[in-house]
């Protein structure tokens, strides 16, 4: 009875200091429903979500690896007393028993083979208690661990992290985000629109559409009544002269009565200028108003001397020779300055298609600036209202805050090795008992003439002392 007393009193202490200690850390989060008031079932919803989340499989494995795994498996000091380092010893030679074990459990097919990773979620899961408080919006969350700095690490870590999900996840899908990036696309394409304008403004050197406009029709219209009159003084004088091209009108002589020599040191390229001022008389190098004032004063002249000279005559036929060259030469310049005149309308023209095609051009940038400034505005205002709405909703919603950090305690929680001995003396008393009551019971050995009496055919004689030899029978 002793002898089992005593070892189960020296087994329980061998098997409490061969176990591994565990320290418990703890951390505490309020949890509060915006202006509720009184407890609902929303709340206790909520509550119960905020107890799955927190002990989520994704969110052990995230705060897994932060932490490492390596962590977990790292290897205690060795220690430098003679009694720890025992235990030390003894304590690595058990797991050394138990992995091999493993290893032949997974080899008979009875177990399966998980990596570290996978055994820390296990363990951190099997270690993890999240409770409510009794009567209060308070949520526990304890995590047990051998080491006790571990072990906070991981609740801090888990709290983060839960922090993180509760947010992203109350605050629905990401239309702000959606909105702010659509109004930074926006705004780019505004701000490209503008420098498109500029560039082609610059590039075509206008400034005004209208007043361009307005300008090349003015000259378009002075250029087309100046063709027209042209046009219409060759078909009186009865037609051109072949399309002759002259750049420098003379004389056919040097008689006083010939016609000067008149140079003209205007560019055919700028006709534009010329007409701009107004003076359509000079254009492609040929001086038309000089031939014309010629002409009109030979015909004048050939009137005044048919008063004099008979129509044969040398001087009529002199002048009608002159009248002659000159009006060939005015035909001539007539059709010149038609031909440059066309090429000027034709110039013209072409600039106002151009001018057309800017002017479109400009609109649909126009176009397209008005209808990016009008989404612009419109994604403005639904950046604005998803705000307010999401502000509105974070006070209708549970809103968690942590209501003490994680602390680890100070000694191990487990296991409890004084209650353990403690327990283990009544047990080894009980034990002893009953081990001695039953060998008691199955022993067959005669002490008494009551012991006798069990047996039949037997008679009871006497007993004597086996310690005296010269003791008297009795």
Do not use: C
């Not at 010893?89 to 091999?100: D, E, G, N």
């Not at 009794?134 to 995590?143: G, H, N, P, W």
């Not at 005004?208 to 219409?232: C, G, H, I, M, P």
């Not at 009186?236 to 008689?255: C, E, F, K, M, Q």
């Amino acid at each position: 009875m002793v002898v089992v007393f005593l070892s189960t009193i020296i087994g329980a202490y061998a098997t409490v200091s061969l176990l591994s200690e565990k320290y418990e850390a703890r951390t505490t989060l309020l949890v509060k429903l915006g202006q509720a008031v009184g407890r609902n079932p929303v709340f206790e919803r909520e509550i119960d979500s905020i107890i799955k989340m927190l002990g989520s499989r994704i969110l052990t494995e995230e705060v897994i690896d932060k932490i490492g795994v390596e962590r977990f498996f790292a290897e205690s000091e060795k220690p430098k007393t003679l009694f720890k380092l025992i235990k030390y010893h003894i304590k690595r030679a058990a797991r050394w028993v138990k992995s091999q074990l493993n290893e032949f459990l997974i080899l008979l097919n009875l177990r399966k083979r998980i990596g570290r990773r996978d055994q820390v979620i296990l363990l951190v899961e099997k270690s993890l208690a999240i409770n409510r408080a009794k009567k209060a919006d308070v949520i526990e969350v304890r995590l047990r661990l051998p080491d006790p700095t571990l072990a906070v690490d991981v609740l801090r870590e888990l709290t983060t992290l839960y922090m993180g999900y509760h947010l992203r996840i109350r605050r629905g899908p990401p239309f702000a985000e959606f909105f702010q990036a659509r109004l930074g696309d926006y705004r780019k394409r505004i701000e490209k629109i503008e420098t498109a304008t500029e560039q082609l403004k610059r590039r075509s050197n206008l400034n005004s559409v209208a007043d361009r406009r307005k300008l090349l029709l003015e000259r378009l219209n002075a250029t087309e009544q100046t063709l027209q009159r042209y046009a219409t003084e060759r078909a009186l004088r009865g037609g051109a002269t072949g399309g002759r091209t002259l750049s420098v009108v003379r004389a056919p002589d040097a008689s006083s009565e010939a016609l000067p020599a008149t140079e003209l040191h205007t560019d055919p390229g700028d006709a534009d200028s010329v007409a701009r001022q107004g003076d359509v008389s000079t254009l492609g190098g040929v001086a038309i108003e000089p031939i014309k004032k010629r002409l009109t004063q030979l015909r004048l002249d050939r009137i005044a001397l048919l008063r004099d000279y008979e129509p044969g005559s040398t001087v009529l036929q002199s002048i009608d020779g002159e009248l002659a060259r000159v009006d060939a030469l005015f035909g001539t310049a007539i059709a010149t300055r038609i031909r440059y005149l066309q090429r000027d309308k034709n110039r013209i023209e072409r600039q106002l298609s151009n001018l057309n095609t800017i002017e479109k051009e400009l609109l649909n940038l126009k176009l397209e600036k008005t209808v990016a400034e009008t989404n612009f505005k419109l994604y403005a205002k639904r950046s604005e209202e998803t705000r307010i709405t999401t502000q509105l909703d974070l006070k209708r919603i549970a809103n968690v805050a942590v209501m003490s950090p994680p602390q680890a305690s100070i000694t191990p929680v487990s296991p409890k090795k004084l209650l353990i001995v403690g327990v283990s003396a009544p047990i080894g008393l009980l034990l002893g008992l009953g081990l001695a009551m039953l060998i008691e019971y199955l022993s067959d050995v005669v002490r008494s003439g009551r012991d006798l009496a069990d047996f039949e055919g037997l008679t009871d004689l006497g007993t004597f002392d086996l310690r005296s030899s010269h003791a008297p029978l009795s």
